[in-house]
């Protein structure tokens, strides 16, 4: 199974930090963001990964290299500017293929597992099932949410009052879900998410674990501090 990382966000909110670093470069506990996402997917053999770049997307190339350090294989999708979440994966449907693959945004940090989600990934078959997604309990920067977890594992896009969960950027999906999307033009992810769960092909399940969108310098300092307890 492969992964992809997504690594081509500006990070206009981390400024001055981003100006000359590419935010999945900056550290948290020592090492870059995405380099924590590398370990863990090497960590269940997923060893054949696509990071798409577009802002200093060379110092990602010189940074990361091929991958061989952490026992992996990379290979970069270079856009010219960022094509947003669906049009990113879209223009690297190529180098994906035609079986699912895992997404996880490059600006998190989170100790999740990739198993269940792989075994997750593997039952997705096109056309019952599109996509499986992680979710987390709401941050203070996202109070209502963005999707609904109901009993039976679907999601649906507009949850019951109080019972929204937020999306977590850590995803499977089946490339069927990307079909429409034309490769080499922006395109947001969310428009197709809903329009899957709205058929009863998207499900879900709640990331148990530590999960930090490092969105802001002040969430980046959470994350070194939690990032430098980690065992390396």
């Not at 699912?100 to 989600?117: E, K």
């Amino acid at each position: 199974m492969k992964a992809m990382i997504l690594a081509a966000g500006r990070g206009e909110r981390m400024r001055p930090l981003t100006d000359h670093t590419p935010k999945p470069l900056l550290l948290a506990g020592g090492r870059p963001l995405i380099e924590w996402h590398i370990r863990s997917l090497a960590a269940v053999g997923i060893r054949q990964l696509v990071i798409n770049h577009a802002w200093l997307g060379a110092q990602i190339e010189q940074s990361l290299g091929d991958g061989d350090r952490w026992g992996v294989d990379i290979a970069y999708s270079p856009e010219a500017s960022a094509l947003e979440t669906a049009g990113g994966i879209a223009t690297a449907l190529p180098l994906l293929g035609n079986a699912p693959f895992l997404v996880v945004n490059g600006d998190v940090l989170s100790d999740v597992d990739f198993a269940p989600l792989q075994q997750q990934a593997a039952q997705l078959d096109g056309k019952t099932r599109l996509a499986h997604l992680l979710l987390v309990d709401n941050p203070p920067h996202n109070p209502a949410g963005d999707f609904g977890l109901l009993d039976n594992g679907l999601l649906v896009a507009t949850p019951a009052a109080g019972n929204g969960l937020t999306f977590s950027g850590i995803a499977a999906y089946h490339p069927a879900l990307f079909a429409s999307t034309a490769a080499g033009q922006p395109a947001k992810l969310a428009p197709l998410l809903r329009e899957a769960m709205a058929q009863g092909q998207v499900s879900g399940s709640r990331l148990d674990g530590m999960w930090l969108d490092v969105g802001t310098p002040e969430r980046l300092a959470e994350a070194d501090a939690i990032a430098a307890g980690w065992s390396v």
